[in-house]
C-alpha cells in the first residue's frame, strides 16, 4: 500500500516533521503531574509491583557482589530499569508470553520465579532447568511463560513476531511482548520483525528499552533520528514514547499496548526511556565512558524511589516497611546463594543427551573418552567432577584403563 498523494516539484521530507511526545504520570516526588490520570491500581497489585521492584533490586546487588568475591562467573543487572520491565509485564496477563533479551529478570521475579531458581541458572547446577548448559542471567520458565534466553542480539525480536502469529491463530487471546534495548533496534531482525508483525497483523508489544547505552556506545552514536520510536511510522504500527522510570505510565501505556495488540491484532511499539544504572554486566567498567555526574542525575530519577514515594502518600507502604522488606530479602537471598552454590553440577551424561532422540554412537564414543580422561587427570578437572557421574572415581586405582 502506498500513498497516491502527487507532487510536482522535488520536494523532500526528512521525519524532522514529527515529534513524538513523552508519557508522563508520576513526578520524582510521588505526586501526579497536573492532568494526569493513574491507572486503576488497587493496593495488592500496586505491591506486587513495588515487592517484585525491590526484589530484583536486592537480588542484583547481592549477586553482583557474590560475581566480585569470585562466587559467579557473570552477571547483569537491572538497576534503574525495574519500572520498565516491571510496570511491562504487570499490564499482561499472566499467560502472555514475554520474549526477554537478557536485562529483564524483574519479569521472572513478577511472574513468581523464585530466588532458588534463579540460583540454581546462575550456579548451573543440578536443579538448572538449562541444566547448566548456558551462562549465568540466561533464565527460562515454561510454566512462566518466559522463552529462555540467546545471547545473539535481537533474535527474539522477530520470534516474537512469529510466535504471536501463532496466537492469533489460536484465537485465545494472548499476546507476546518482546523486550529489547536500543542498541539491539540497530539489528535487521528488528526491521524484518516489525515489518512481519505489521503486515501480518499479530498480537505484538515491541517494547524497547532505551536506556542510553550499548554497553559503551552512547545512544547519540547509535542514530541520527530521535530514538527509536519514529522507525514506527515506516511500518504503519502504533507507537508511545514513555517515560520508562515512571511506573504508572509504563502500566497505562502497556495496558493500551495490550487491549491494541489483543483487541485489533495490531502490533504496537513502545520506546521506554530509561538509564542503566549499573555497569553493563560484570565485564564491564562504565567510569571509561560517563561521568559520575551523569550517572548522579539518574539516580535522582531512580524508579523505585518514585514508586516509593507514592506509595508512602497512598498510605500503602512504610519506611518501617521498606526496611523490614529488605532485610527480610538480604537474608533470603544469602541462604538461597549458599544452598544453590553445594548443590552439585548435573550428571555428566546430561552433555550428550537432548540433542538426539538417543544418544548416537559417535557422542557416546566422546563421553567415554571424556570420562576416561577425568578418571586419568582427575586434577585437572573441577572439584566435584568425580560426583558429575556415579560410574567415574576420581582417584580409583582402576582408574587409568582406557585409551585417552
Ligand atoms: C548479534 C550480537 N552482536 C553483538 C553482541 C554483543 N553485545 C552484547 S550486549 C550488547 C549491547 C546491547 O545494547 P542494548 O541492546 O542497548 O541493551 P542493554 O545492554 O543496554 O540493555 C552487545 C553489542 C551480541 N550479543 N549479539
Ligand atoms: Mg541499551
Known sequence: MTSQQDIHTPEFLTGDEFSIPTFRLLKQDGSLFEGATAPELD????????????????????????????????????????????????????ADMIMAQYREQGALVYRGF?????????????????????????????KLHYMTISSPLATQIPQAAGYAYGQKLAGEGHCT?????????????????????????VPVIFFCRNNGYAISTPSIEQFAADG??????????????????????????????????????????????????????????????RSKKEEEAWREK????????WLIAHEWWSEEQEKALQEELRREVLETMKRAEKRPPP?????????????????????DRLKTHIRQYPDSYPRGASSLDPDVAVGDDAATEGDA
Open 177 to 201: 511482548i518482546t523486550f529489547f534495548g536500543e542498541g539491539a533496534a540497530s539489528e535487521g531482525d528488528f526491521h524484518a520483525a516489525l515489518n512481519m508483525a505489521s503486515v501480518h497483523e
Open 43 to 94: 493496593r495488592d497489585q500496586a505491591l506486587r509491583i513495588y515487592q517484585a521492584m525491590v526484589t530484583t533490586r536486592v537480588l542484583d546487588e547481592r549477586m553482583m557482589a557474590a560475581q566480585r568475591q569470585g562466587r559467579l562467573s557473570f552477571y547483569m543487572q537491572c538497576t534503574g530499569e525495574e519500572a520498565a520491565v516491571i510496570g511491562a509485564t504487570a499490564a499482561l496477563e499472566d
Open 114 to 142: 523464585t530466588y532458588d531458581e534463579f540460583m540454581n541458572q546462575l550456579f548451573g547446577n543440578e536443579l538448572d532447568y538449562g541444566k547448566g548448559r548456558q551462562m549465568p542471567i540466561h533464565y527460562g520458565s515454561r
Open 302 to 309: 531512580d524508579p523505585l524511589l518514585r514508586m516509593r514515594l
Open 347 to 367: 550428571p555428566l551424561d546430561s552433555l550428550v543427551t537432548d540433542v538426539y532422540a538417543d544418544v548416537t554412537p559417535a557422542l557416546q564414543r566422546q563421553l
Open 228 to 289: 527509536i520510536a519514529p522507525r514506527a511510522y515506516g511500518y504503519r504500527m502504533h507507537v508511545i514514547r514513555v517515560d520508562g522510570n515512571d511506573i504508572l505510565a509504563v502500566l497505562a501505556a502497556t495496558r493500551a499496548a495490550r487491549r491494541i495488540a489483543v483487541e485489533h491484532n495490531k502490533p504496537v511499539l513502545i520506546e521506554a526511556m530509561t538509564y542503566r544504572l549499573a555497569a553493563h554486566s560484570s565485564s564491564d567498567d562504565p567510569s571509561g565512558y
